[in-house]
């Protein structure tokens, strides 16, 4: 354990940004898996709901800096790719 003020300080920070940031990226896994779970149910309507919410979890996983942006595009493009199939 740190001896000097600043550094408990930093390391009681960190631990607060580590537990926040496990739990959002565990939120951001969540919405995909349900959205791919109603695509293998083949549930459109379903899989559209769930595509704006993972979509949408993916987008403030980025701004909370969890992924790269261009991670999320990804994700998100791949998504999409089931989700035109699944309407199609």
Not at 21 to 45: C, G, I, W, Y
Not at 50 to 79: E, F, M, P, W
């Amino acid at each position: 354990m740190a001896n000097i003020k600043s550094a408990i300080k930093r390391a009681k920070t960190n631990e607060i940004r580590r537990e926040r940031n496990a739990s959002q990226k565990s939120a951001m896994r969540t919405a995909v898996k349900k959205f791919l779970v109603a695509v293998d149910q083949q549930d459109s309507e379903k899989a559209a709901v769930l595509y704006n919410q993972a979509a949408r979890t993916l987008d403030k996983a980025v701004t909370k800096g969890l992924i790269h942006k261009n991670a999320a595009a990804r994700k998100k493009s791949r998504l999409v790719k089931k989700l035109q199939a699944l309407q199609a």
